[in-house]
């Protein structure tokens, strides 16, 4: 407060205009599953601790080398043979409850909040993350557990709260036709959803594993979140994770037919029911191929595209934390004008990146009443449009006879 006197000059700072926005981490993984913590040195033995993984080496030395059985060895060397990604990894595999790891069953995934300490385990300790790490991972996955109902319907509850998205695979031995059915009220497996958070996948996929000398099955989702995770970096989340291909894989656990210009082809009708599958056709090798959520086709709002949720969410969690530095400032004109200019410029940004087409930040009179600024509440508008992605193009083709004149012509 200024001074009541003073004779001589001074100086008063005030902060006007724009701040920085930073856009939120989004190749973050989050990955639960089990792992052989017995063959870990005890330093680094985790068990339902969110644990942070940025590499194959660290992959080892805190969850050990792929075991039968066992799920998180496995999927975190698929997601690293995509070639980028930071896993944030819960291992709910605890040897002194569970005799062998096939002990664990569903309510261990699912989680919950132990009533003595109030510490959260399971898929809930994935809430725990931004207090931990200072931010969510944006795509969670549970390989193999994620084949049951409950498991997908608790991942969606999770990926609600966090801003992210699951991703879930259909039963070992599912055909084209379970699949399809799976969409419907009579299915019978883990596939009678539809959300926007929730991505569905089929088939397995084959790996060649060196120890054995032979060719094993694997969930096609822990490599498709690593796919994801690679995009993200080389081009931005902004890109669909479609059509790219999938490395370290030999094969499909079943053959799809595959055309790019066939709508009766399997991998377009599994596309057609909200699924996500491989497109393998002559010299294209194995491609993510289904650029919707399992929202679609119940949803056609643009948000079932998966690059345009992610967008979004992407868009409202940067905008959301950088609005701490104006929280509890007295309420101005030079405050809603820093707001509208802060977030502007920030979707200035993304529009010069590509992940905008348009977008704007008003302040609407309208919504904001005397009696709701006087409670201390103002409102914004967000207006903007990522890029949808090209799945469907068309070419008009004409055989005009009138071109023959030119027959002749000098």
Not at 134 to 153: H, K, L, M, N, R
Not at 268 to 283: Q, W
Not at 332 to 349: P, S
Not at 372 to 382: P, S, T
Request: proline fraction near 4%.
């Amino acid at each position: 407060m200024p001074a009541s006197f003073l004779h001589g000059v001074e100086t008063i700072e005030i902060t006007k205009g724009a701040r920085t926005i930073q856009t939120v981490k989004t190749a973050v993984i989050g990955l639960i599953g089990t792992a052989p913590v017995e063959d870990v040195d005890v330093e680094y033995k985790t068990i339902n601790e969110p644990t942070l993984i940025l590499n194959e080496t660290d992959a080892v030395r805190y969850f050990g080398k792929h075991k039968a059985g066992f799920t998180i060895p496995q999927a975190l060397e698929a997601i690293f043979d995509q070639g980028a990604g930071i896993c944030i990894v819960i291992n709910v595999f605890d040897p002194k409850k569970h005799k062998s790891v096939s002990d664990v069953n569903l309510s261990d995934i699912i989680g919950g909040i132990d009533d003595t300490t109030g510490k959260r385990y399971g898929m809930k300790a994935f809430e725990d993350c931004y207090s931990l790490f200072g931010y969510y991972p944006q795509t969670i996955i549970a390989p193999v557990f994620c084949e049951d109902s409950a498991i997908v319907s608790e991942m969606n509850i999770i990926c609600n709260k966090i801003r992210a998205i699951g991703i879930a695979d259909a039963p070992v031995g599912a055909s084209v036709q379970d699949v399809i059915k799976g969409r419907g009220s009579q299915g019978t497996i883990n596939f009678n959803t539809s959300s926007e958070r929730i991505i569905l996948c089929y088939p397995h996929l084959k790996v060649y594993d060196s120890e054995s000398d032979s060719i094993k099955l694997e969930p096609y989702s822990q490599r498709l979140a690593g796919v994801i995770a690679a995009k993200d970096i080389e081009k931005g989340y902004h890109w669909s994770p479609s059509n790219t291909e999938i490395q370290g894989i030999v094969g499909i656990e079943r053959q799809l037919t595959s055309m790019i210009n066939d709508p009766t082809s399997e991998v377009n009708t599994l596309n057609e029911a909200g699924v996500v599958t491989v497109f393998n056709s002559y010299g294209t090798g194995f491609r993510t191929w289904g650029n919707r959520s399992s929202a679609y086709p119940s949803n056609t709002l643009p948000t079932n595209f998966i690059n345009v949720r992610r967008t979004a969410d992407i868009l409202h969690e940067s905008v959301e934390y950088s609005m701490l530095q104006f929280i509890d400032y007295p309420i101005d004109n030079g405050l809603i004008d820093a707001i509208c200019e802060t977030v502007n410029q920030f979707i200035r940004t993304l529009i010069g990146r590509g992940a905008l087409i348009d977008g704007k930040c008003t302040f609407n009179q309208d919504k904001n009443s005397a009696t709701e600024i006087a409670n201390g509440h103002l409102i914004f508008d967000i207006t903007f449009m990522p890029p949808t992605p090209a799945e469907r193009i068309t070419f008009e083709s004409f055989i005009d006879i009138n071109l023959l004149k030119s027959l002749g012509a000098d």
